[in-house]
């Protein structure tokens, strides 16, 4: 079957059977190949493309990016291994994808200007300034600080090395200065962006007398690297616990970002974005599922997505409805707050009693008797919370139309 033109094939267009071609040589990794068919391509364009000029243009700059003398070398025997062994110390990821990065404005922008400075980079060499080259990101598990790096790596249409700090230092001490070394001096061969995750591995043992000699040696070589490190490439490091982090060290980063839990309108964003394309997707469940999530770090948030859909498909329901069974789940003790969902779910997204009780897993006489008692506490003045649902999917549903 591998390897086999299937009958679908031949329906396709000219430019959809080249896109196939391409990835057909493309991943058995055939180099020379993708030149080939890419030079064909220029010299006949397929049907479908609408400016012909443009598009040879663009496929010969990718053809010579490819062949650029100062491009890593990634074919496999060049890629630094651990000691004798064939195990690559290096992660290379040839088409890093950060698609549906959601950060604060803030952040956002910083990033942003780290892509601007690389797009004016010899204007800022000429005034003596250069880009950013070396970047901190800080924050808690899950807030996207591995997808940043892919994010900018995509941006920069660089390739993306990872090199996983908490794993060579324990599993290779002896040798990990050197192997640190090599990744380095690998990583300044050629424009790339290069990942240090868990950086405070290293960082924060330098004082703890056990490994004292080797984890010094290190963060020694850390330590010049980032003195010297070529601005042709950007280099990351990524820590959960950026206290444990020397001052000194962390003060010789061109840039130190803070990634936070995402707030309301970013966990929104996320959902708005993960649920594009799908179909049923109610809105005021959305918002709903905004509410119920604060505080949830958006790898969660992301996880309980997809988590969802797998149930849809499995029990035949919409992704959102489940969504919402997952979160009310977690909402399961009783009180004013579990109240004020029943109600919400009542109002806002016309649910039966029964609906509800079935959806988070408790009978119909509870949730009228919470409902009874959340139109109380809304009788007595605490109507704010619920109209500021209302208001806010009334005026969704105004810019939508
Ligand atoms: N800011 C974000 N925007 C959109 N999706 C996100 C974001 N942060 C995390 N995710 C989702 O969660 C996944 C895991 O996030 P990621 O690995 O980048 O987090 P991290 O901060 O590096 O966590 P850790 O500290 O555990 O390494 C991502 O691949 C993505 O699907
Ligand atoms: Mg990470």
Partial sequence: MAGAVTDSFHDLSGLERAVVDLVRVGVRGHGAGVRQLASRLMRSVPTGVQDVESFRDAVHEAIAAGSDSTALRYVSGTVPTEGDTAHPLVDIDLVPDGEGLVLSTQVMGDLVEVLQERRRADELRRAGAGPTRTLLLSGPPGV??????????????????????????????????????SVLDYAKSGPCVLLLDEFDAIAKRRDDDSDIGELKRIVNVILVELDRWPDTSLLIAATNHPQLLDTAVERRFDRSLTLSLPADEERRAILDNLSTGFEGVDTDALILATQLTSGTTSSDLTRCWSLAHRRSILNGSTVTDELLSQLARHVSRAGPHRDKLFLTMRDTLRMSNRQIAALVGVSHPTVAAGIKRAEGVQRDGGARQRSYVATTSRQRRGTET
């Fill in 144 to 181: 996207g600080k591995t997808m940043t790096a892919r994010w900018l790596a995509q941006s920069l249409q660089l390739p993306l090395l990872s090199l996983d700090l908490s794993s060579v230092v324990s599993s290779y001490l002896g040798t990990s200065g050197r192997n640190i070394k």
